[in-house]
């Protein structure tokens, strides 16, 4: 399957929750996205696939409002985010999770008022909730000890971890995951992937994961775009995705990716 | 044959002269404007003045985001204290340095031209209204520009290049209010305590060298001393040269804070991004504080 019949007549339209419909995008004379569409559907985790360049990253960031398209809709539970006023963006994002390829952790905050943050911050719950809360996605995330270090302090996986914890605090609908691996060996990544896999089973939130790693992809997503030039050129389940046909997403995985 | 420049000037210069003495009264007076106005349009066309406009203008924005949420602040008293102990007791030492040799060259300059013509008793009365005036506030000002200001300006730019205020951001933390409010607000508290500390030792220092190496008297230097500060001012009814440099100092803080902070802020593109950010912070800094110190100074002494 190719995007062309990922639109909005296609089956299940009904139940998209992030839709990609001609995006544009350039920085300068650097044009990133070109007429790039695609549909997420609530509940399913999408990868974003790509060579480096490709535009991934920008994608993910036109999600939640921090870049805006130069022409075509990113509409989020039918809404087009460029159009939302600053009001209503603030909720949007308060039910979004983001988590950054470094982790962006406060770097003055330690891991637990990282974590805590957006509720002292948008929430009325109190110092005891909100105490239990950043406790329980610490253990979620299979680091409890960590609360009192600081982000200086720990190592780049558990950064990651941290980072994913913060985007959980506020019980997220969609999770947004750039390049959740980066940087990780082989080992803390198969983890990282496990529990990425646990939190999608787990909430059964709709998320999208922009990744160029093939075990990543196969280990947590149900889907997957690839993206060429600013556009994405196929969109498929994983499984057919791993098979692929289309010549250049042959070239970008090779043989000993697939094997 | 090549003709005389008056030939070429007075058939030019003849209608001229004749249409403005037939045009109407206000023409003249709006000329300048309109040179200015052509002036600004024509840098306009210059990309580094548009961006300078630009910086200007975010800045302006900023300052008036930060005081439309100073409310915020008792919400930020943790950071507040942060950066007061930042700001104040980490620079205390090289104010109180600065601030003494000050006072000292101050004292030493004009106590030798004084005695030339035997008003040496007079050293306490300069050295005392000028720390107080100007000095203290100025050197007070530049002293924390290059190490707060830069500090500011590193540290939030380092947080833009890392993700840190994008992270703000999906968070729907707002950024003005958690990190620039607190930040603008301790400098604009700790900038008047440290010109205090440094006018009392700039003072300090001109006396002993006023009476060391210029034969005055302590007790005489420190009497005129005292003495040029009751002067009272016709704004307020208080010390004045004290109070306005207070004053100064306020708002010199205000500005260095909000400079470095929307400096640090927009910084982009690593490493590189946080030391140009860094370094404009200070520059723009010093000059905005060298400039508003004109215009104060015309406001509370005209």
């Known amino acids: 399957m190719t995007t062309g019949d990922t639109t909005t007549d296609a089956p299940g339209a009904r139940d998209v929750i992030v839709r990609f419909e001609d995006v544009h995008k350039a920085f300068g004379s650097q044009h990133v996205l070109r007429g790039l569409s695609f549909d997420v559907q609530r509940g399913k985790v999408l990868g974003i696939m790509g060579g480096s360049g490709t535009g991934k990253s920008v994608a993910l960031r036109h999600v939640i409002g921090l870049l805006q398209p130069d022409s075509g809709r990113v509409e989020v539970e039918g809404r087009n985010v460029p159009d939302l006023s600053a009001d209503d963006l603030g909720e949007l994002r308060k039910r979004m999770g983001y988590v950054f390829q470094e982790g962006a952790l406060i770097n003055w905050l330690t891991v637990e008022e990282n974590l805590a943050l957006p509720l002292v911050e948008n929430t009325d719950l109190g110092r005891g909730e909100i105490a239990d809360r950043v406790a329980e996605k610490l253990a979620m995330v299979h680091i409890p000890d960590a609360g009192k270090k600081l982000?200086?302090?720990?190592?780049?996986?558990?950064?990651?971890?941290v980072g994913l914890a913060r985007a959980l605090i506020v019980e997220p609908d969609i999770l947004l995951y750039d390049e959740p691996n980066a940087g990780l060996d082989p080992e803390i990544s198969r983890s990282i992937n496990d529990l990425m896999r646990e939190i999608a089973e787990s909430h059964a939130s709709t998320a999208l994961v922009v990744e160029h790693r093939v075990d990543c992809i196969r280990t947590v997503c149900d889907e997957v775009v690839f993206l060429?030039?600013?556009?994405?050129?196929?969109?498929?389940?994983?499984?057919?995705?791993?098979?692929?046909?289309?010549p250049r997403l042959i070239e970008f995985l090779g043989p000993d990716a697939l094997s | 044959m090549i003709p005389a420049p008056q030939a070429l000037i007075v058939p030019v210069m003849t209608p001229l002269a004749q249409l403005l003495a037939a045009a109407p009264g206000w023409l003249a007076d709006a000329l300048p404007f309109a040179f200015v106005a052509g002036l600004v349009y024509v840098l306009m066309q210059a990309s580094w003045f548009r961006a300078t406009v630009v910086e200007m203008g975010s800045t302006l924005e900023l300052a008036a985001a930060t005081a439309m949420r100073l409310h915020h602040l008792p919400r930020r008293s943790r950071w507040l204290m942060e950066q007061l102990f930042a700001a104040g007791v980490r620079n205390m030492h090289v104010v109180l340095l600065v601030g003494l040799f000050m006072g000292m060259i101050v004292s030493l300059q004009t106590g030798i031209e004084l005695s030339r013509f035997g008003q040496q008793d007079q050293i306490g009365t300069i050295v005392a209204a000028s720390m107080t005036r100007e000095m203290g506030p100025f050197i007070t000002s530049v002293v924390l520009a290059a190490t707060t200001g830069s500090a500011l300006a590193a540290e939030l730019g380092t947080m833009s290049v890392s993700d840190e205020l994008s992270a703000l951001e999906v968070m729907s933390v707002d950024r003005t209010s958690f990190l620039v409010v607190p930040r603008v607000a301790a400098l604009m508290i700790i900038a008047p305590v440290l010109t205090i500390l440094c006018d009392t030792i700039g003072i300090v220092g001109g006396g002993f060298v006023a009476s060391s190496q210029l034969g005055v008297p302590l007790a005489q230097y420190t009497e005129s001393a005292l003495d040029a500060l009751q002067e009272k001012g016709a704004?307020?009814?208080?010390?004045?040269?004290?109070?306005?440099?207070?004053?100064?100092?306020?708002?010199?803080?205000?500005?260095?804070?909000?400079i470095s902070c929307a400096s640090g802020l927009v910084a982009r593109g690593g490493a590189l991004g946080v030391g140009r950010a860094t370094s404009r912070a200070v520059r723009d800094s010093i000059i905005a504080v060298i400039v508003a110190n004109y215009f104060l100074t015309w406001f509370l002494y005209r």
């Open chain 1, 151 to 161: 982000p200086s302090e720990i190592s780049g996986g558990m950064k990651k971890r």
């Open chain 2, 235 to 258: 704004l307020i009814p208080v010390p004045m040269d004290v109070y306005s440099g207070l004053f100064k100092s306020v708002i010199f803080g205000g500005l260095i804070a909000i």
């Open chain 1, 228 to 246: 060429h030039e600013g556009e994405a050129i196929v969109h498929e389940p994983t499984e057919e995705f791993l098979r692929p046909s289309h």
